[in-house]
């Protein structure tokens, strides 16, 4: 190995002898020169570069892991390849200049060269062996010791001439082009500081005669430095030939040896262990049987449901919508929908792009004019628009600082801090869905709309038969009541009489002076009976009106005759009296005198019955009257409260009776409480009850109309809040589907109200209409209504005097 | 004539004017004329055409020319490029308040036969009027408001005339009213209803009337009276004593025939034939009877409350007044498709009475609780004619049996007399 590296060398040096005049090496890396120079002998050794080398090799001696110290190898054979491509041109050269100086050193110095060069030729070839690479070592060893050695001899001369480690010595004008010194006879300066002479160049004509003679002309070159001509040898041809045919410079390199794998990229498994496999890794284990017979057992149970099997998503090409946006591309395919349910990604707020007002130099549309900068500048900054103003500037350059950049970042800041983490679901409902969808009131005609009749008080004179006054009452008109065929309608007034009239033509009939305010009044609903009970001071009075079938009038006054008195007492303290003579005549009839004054009075469907409302009564307060027996009875025992109205339902036993905030409905055959409804109402003024029986309405003092449905519960179905100022009285169509509501604002309401015999469907409630006429008087309004009860029409008597006919 | 020369920037129309009145046939044409002008150029032509004066209303399409033509044919939306058909017809001369005869009470019903006006009296009484104005004879003899009345027209020479009369007291009296006497006998008295009798009427050949009631019942009666009823008692044969003193004594008579199928009570009845009627009713129809086999033959539904229905002899169309501001016209031939065929609307209340004219093919006269009787034609059903003012209070009762007298009875006690001269009528006949 070592003979064979030397040789090596030795050719090689040969070579630089050789080829000094080759520019194409001189033109090559510095480092070549460098390292020639350390090959030179010239007392270099102990370079940066050099040591760096040898510490590396040093520490590649050191280091145990084999790819390392490859790696510096490989490194050290790239410089050490570059070194063998440019060898310096002038090894001898040098040792010829320096022979004397380093005549100690040559030796080691050549041997150091020597190991270096062996172990850069055995790395280029890439086939160096470990064997060989602990040769290297060995050498570089000695090389170190021996490098010591040199130093101790030459500190003092070290850096006198090797200044710089890229230059060629002998001449030290440096790396300059040589054309400079053209005009000189010299080329340059020696390391003495002598001129160093340009050799003389023969004319043309020894040109000539040279090229002609010497027939190493082709091969002799300039070395441009020194100006001394070369001659290149058999080496450096060879050498320069295989560059220009691009192959490796060294003929004997073959690249393409056998590839040595040391480390494979095969990647190999073995086991860990060598240990035999449990025995829990083939029996099955225990508690996965436990767990999967609770399973089984939970899904013949019916408690779990096995998974279905998920299909095969391969099979399916799979697509994605090109043109969703990232979010939806995001969400759309991977994750289901459960867990975008809860992990909907909200993107942070984007910042609005710059628009061509935040240009430097925006166009002039942009720009504001005066007054908008003093629109701008007087608004407070939230509300502007924009939060700068746009200006423009020549160039980017001039735009100065911009001043609210702190700010404007943290408000950035602060939006992204403050943005929403979760997405709220807010309702987007338009308020109009949410109400009910009502039919339109034209589609539920008929239902009274317009004022037909109006009685009011005017005194109407005949000329042949002196006076005869057919007038309207003159004081408020408390109650009205309409006869059950319709033709006739009576009235009672605070005027102290009571009018009965005719409905076609609105006239005045006839007229009853009572002697008292006419609290209530009610026309008896039996058809057969043509009676009228009207409340007035302690008395109900009961007068045969003698309006109607001549054979009903006598019907009824045969009725009323036929009374036997009976032994049977009454229970409740009232006086049954009869009328004769003179009122008789008038059409009084009975007289039944209370304890107090009575108020409100309602017939029982049969007209036999007729309950009164004593309001002071206390335990008393409710009287049921028999007719055709004259009979009185209390039947309540105990008072539940200040009775407003009582009524009764229309086909079954059942009494209802309304206290100030109560309904409660007995059952008069068992004589027992059915039902309480609880209004809800400060105090009820009125109720009526459905034909049908099933629904009951009342009116409250504090403008609230409440519609119960019995059967439904106990609480108001729906609560009408038209009126504005207190209801006097609700009532109900007996025909069609129309309920009404008077009151002290001065209007009726009519409501369509009807009732589907399908029990599942709920009332349908709808406002009509609003009948307006009744004016104001001392804040009352309309005190009565009534439904005629064959005609959607409705009778309201007020305190204006006036009985007002609306169809 | 050459058409005047107009404007040329509103818009032109050709009109061709025809008449079916053969004595005012005047053959003229009219170019090309300003729309606005055309009321006014054609008040021009009468005079330029005769000597008399004569007032015109214009048709067009059979419709009475209410205002401007423009705006008339803006709203039928003729255009203005069509030849425009036009009648002409003389306008009628408005009706002159007579007299104004006064009662004790409201009058509630009213007939005029030749020179004598019969109504009935919320005071009970009977009232025979005549066109002079003077009160001939007062007949109380119902038990309460008189509600409706009816002449009998059987022989017009006869001096003895009879009439009918309904009343709330559930009775209708027949009576014999001796013109050159001046004497009344309540021939007989018809007990049956069950509730007030607020109409009669009596069938063309004067032998029977029926009345309709507020018990729903229709009654069909004999109005042969005296001696050869049948059914009457031992004191038939003294009609001069049957006075309406003696109300006991009135012989009673029962109905021929009492149809029943209204569901309320009957406002309104006539006689369309010898053998049909036709009654209104509370229960929105009108339904039509056959007398013969006595049962109800067809049925008109309404919407409203009918108070009074009216047939014209000459069109046999039905008008009705009803429980609203608006008079219906009906074709009581026909029972499908679209009823009510017009609807005229002026009215400011209820209408309570209705009448067509007797000779006039379009015209009626009604009269509303409003207080106003109006003059209508068939051919104008957004205005009347005339207005015909007056009463203060409502009106219960229109009457134009007699052509020259519109007559209106109402709540203020005293009954209207119109004087109406038609006088194409006049000419045509």
Request: negative net charge.
């Amino acid at each position: 190995m070592w003979s064979k590296g030397k040789g090596k060398k030795r050719s090689l040096t040969q070579i630089n002898d050789n080829s000094d005049e080759v520019d194409l090496f001189s033109k090559l890396t510095t480092k070549d020169k460098d390292d020639s120079d350390m090959e030179g002998g010239s007392s270099s050794d102990s370079t940066d570069s050099e040591e760096s080398e040898y510490s590396g090799l040093e520490d590649e001696e050191d280091d145990s892991s084999e790819p390392e110290s490859f790696e510096e190898m490989c490194d050290s054979g790239e410089e050490e390849g570059s070194d063998v491509v440019g060898t310096s041109d002038n090894d001898n050269e040098k040792m010829r200049n320096d022979v004397q100086k380093f005549k100690k050193n040559l030796a080691n110095e050549k041997a150091k060269h020597d190991g270096e060069n062996s172990v850069q030729m055995k790395v280029k070839k890439k086939a160096g062996s470990i064997k060989r690479k602990s040769g290297e070592t060995v050498n570089g060893k000695e090389e170190a010791a021996s490098t010591s050695t040199e130093v101790t001899v030459n500190v003092p001369d070290e850096y006198e001439y090797d200044s710089s480690d890229e230059e060629d010595l002998r001449n030290t004008v440096g790396n300059i082009p040589m054309e400079w010194y053209r005009e000189y006879e010299h080329i340059g300066y020696n390391l003495e500081g002598k001129k160093i002479i340009k050799p003389p160049t023969g004319d043309e004509l020894d040109n000539f005669l040279n090229k002609m003679d010497n027939p190493d002309y082709w091969r002799t070159v300039v070395d441009k430095t020194t100006g001394q001509k070369v001659v290149l040898s058999e080496k450096d041809c060879e050498i320069i030939k295989r560059f220009r045919q691009g192959k490796y410079i060294d003929s004997k390199f073959d690249p393409y040896e056998p590839w040595i794998d040391f480390f494979t990229y095969e990647k190999m498994q073995h086991p860990v262990t060598n240990r035999p496999a449990d025995k829990r890794s083939f029996v099955p284990s225990k508690w996965e049987r436990i767990k999967v017979s609770r399973m089984v057992h939970a899904i013949k149970m019916g408690w779990m449901k096995p998974q279905q099997e998920k299909r095969k998503e391969e099979d399916q090409p799979k697509f994605y919508m090109l043109w969703n946006n990232d979010e939806q591309v995001n969400i759309g395919l991977t994750i289901s929908d459960i867990t975008r349910k809860y992990r909907s990604h909200i993107p942070a707020p984007k910042l609005q792009l710059p628009g061509h007002e935040e240009s430097y130099n925006p166009p002039p549309e942009y720009l504001l004019t005066e007054e908008e900068e003093l629109a701008w500048k007087n608004k407070d900054p939230e509300d502007r628009r924009l939060n700068f103003l746009p200006k423009t500037y020549s160039s980017l350059r001039q735009v100065p600082g911009y001043n609210e950049l702190i700010k404007e970042r943290f408000e950035r800041c602060l939006d992204l801090y403050l943005c929403p983490r979760k997405q709220k679901l807010r309702m987007n409902v338009d308020p109009e869905d949410l109400l009910p969808k009502l039919p339109k009131p034209k589609d539920l005609q008929p239902f009274p709309t317009t004022q037909s009749i109006v009685s009011t008080f005017i005194e109407q004179l005949s000329h042949s038969y002196g006076l005869k006054v057919y007038k309207g009452h003159d004081n408020i008109v408390r109650c009205i009541s309409v006869e059950s065929n319709g033709q006739w309608i009576v009235s009672g007034s605070d005027d102290q009489t009571l009018k009965f009239w005719e409905v076609a033509t609105g006239r005045c009939m006839k007229t009853l002076p009572v002697g008292g305010v006419v609290k209530s009044v009610a026309w008896n609903p039996n058809s057969m009976l043509c009676l009228v009970a009207a409340t007035v001071g302690n008395d109900v009075i009961i007068i045969n009106p003698g309006l109607g079938d001549k054979l009903v009038l006598s019907n009824t006054d045969n009725l009323i005759e036929s009374y036997v008195p009976t032994e049977a007492k009454d229970t409740a303290k009232v006086q049954w009296e009869k009328y004769s003579g003179e009122e008789e005549e008038k059409g009084f009839r009975l007289k039944i005198t209370h304890f107090k004054a009575v108020g409100h009075v309602t017939w029982h469907g049969r007209g036999d019955y007729m309950a009164v409302v004593v309001p002071g009564g206390e335990s008393k307060s409710v009287v049921i009257h028999q007719l055709s027996r004259r009979r009185s009875q209390n039947p309540f025992s105990k008072s539940k409260g200040l009775v407003q109205c009582v009524l009764f339902h229309p086909s079954r036993p059942f009494f209802f009776v309304a206290t100030q905030r109560y309904v409660r409905v007995y059952n008069l055959l068992k004589q027992e409480l059915t039902k309480k409804l609880l209004t809800n109402v400060k105090w009820v003024s009125s109720m009526a009850v459905h034909p049908g029986g099933d629904n009951l309405i009342i009116g409250s003092y504090d403008c609230r109309l409440s519609w119960f449905d019995l059967d439904l519960s106990t609480k108001p179905y729906q609560t009408l809040r038209h009126h504005k100022k207190a209801i006097r009285q609700v009532c109900y169509h007996k025909k069609y589907p129309l309920f009404a509501s008077s009151s002290d604002d001065g209007t009726v309401i009519i409501c369509h109200g009807r009732v589907y015999n399908d029990l599942l469907q709920n009332p349908l409630i709808v406002p009509v209409k609003v009948l307006r006429g009744h004016t104001i008087e001392n804040s009352i309004g309309v005190l009565a209504s009534e439904f005629h009860p064959t005609q959607p029409w409705i009778f309201s008597s007020g305190a204006d005097h006036t009985i007002r006919l609306f169809t | 004539m050459a058409a005047p020369m107009f404007h040329e920037n509103v818009p032109h129309i050709q009109a061709k004017f025809y008449t079916s009145q053969q004595q005012l046939l005047i053959i003229f044409t009219v170019g090309r004329c300003q729309v606005s002008q055309m009321r006014d150029l054609l008040m021009y032509v009468p005079e330029a055409s005769e000597s008399q004066h004569v007032a015109f209303d214009f048709l067009v399409d059979g419709e009475f020319l209410r205002n401007s033509l423009q705006l008339h044919m803006e709203s039928k939306g003729i255009s203005t490029e069509t030849v425009l058909n036009i009648e002409y017809v003389e306008r009628h001369p408005a009706p002159e308040p007579e007299d104004s005869l006064v009662h004790d009470d409201w009058v509630a019903a009213v007939e005029a036969m030749q020179d004598y006006i019969l109504t009935g009296c919320y005071d009970n009484t009977v009232r025979v009027w005549n066109s002079e104005g003077k009160l001939l004879i007062t007949i109380p003899g119902h038990g309460a408001a008189v509600k409706c009345v009816a002449w009998i027209r059987n022989d017009e020479e006869n001096p003895v005339k009879q009439f009918v009369t309904g009343s709330h007291d559930e009775t209708a009296l027949l009576w014999q009213w001796n013109q050159e006497k001046n004497s009344v006998d309540c021939v007989h008295s018809c007990h049956g209803h069950a509730g007030s009798v607020d109409c009669v009427a009596v069938d063309p050949s004067s032998t029977r009337f029926c009345s309709g009631s507020w018990d729903k019942m229709l009654k069909i009666w004999s109005a042969v009276s005296g001696v050869d009823d049948q059914d009457s008692e031992d004191v038939g044969e003294k009609p001069h004593k049957r006075k309406k003193t003696d109300g006991n004594k009135i012989p009673a008579r029962v109905p021929l025939m009492t149809l029943s199928g209204h569901q309320e009570g009957i406002s309104s009845a006539l006689w369309l034939s010898d053998t049909e009627i036709c009654t209104a009713s509370w229960d929105h129809t009108i339904r039509i009877w056959d007398v013969e086999q006595g049962m109800h033959k067809s049925t008109l539904m309404g919407t409203k409350v009918y108070f009074d229905i009216s047939l014209s002899p000459i069109n046999n169309l039905l008008v009705a007044a009803s429980a609203d501001r608006h008079i219906r016209l009906y074709d009581p031939r026909t029972t499908d498709g679209a009823v009510v065929k017009v609807t005229f609307t002026s009215h400011t209340a209820w209408v309570s009475s209705i009448q067509w004219s007797t000779t006039h093919e379009h015209q009626f006269i009604s009269g509303s609780y409003d207080g106003v009787m109006k003059l209508w034609d068939k051919r104008s059903a957004k205005a009347p004619l005339y207005d015909m003012q007056g009463h203060e209070e409502k009106i219960l009762a229109v009457d134009w049996s007699v052509p020259q007298y519109m007559l209106s009875g109402g709540a203020d006690n005293s009954l209207k007399i119109f004087k109406y001269t038609d006088k194409s009528v006049e000419g045509m006949h």
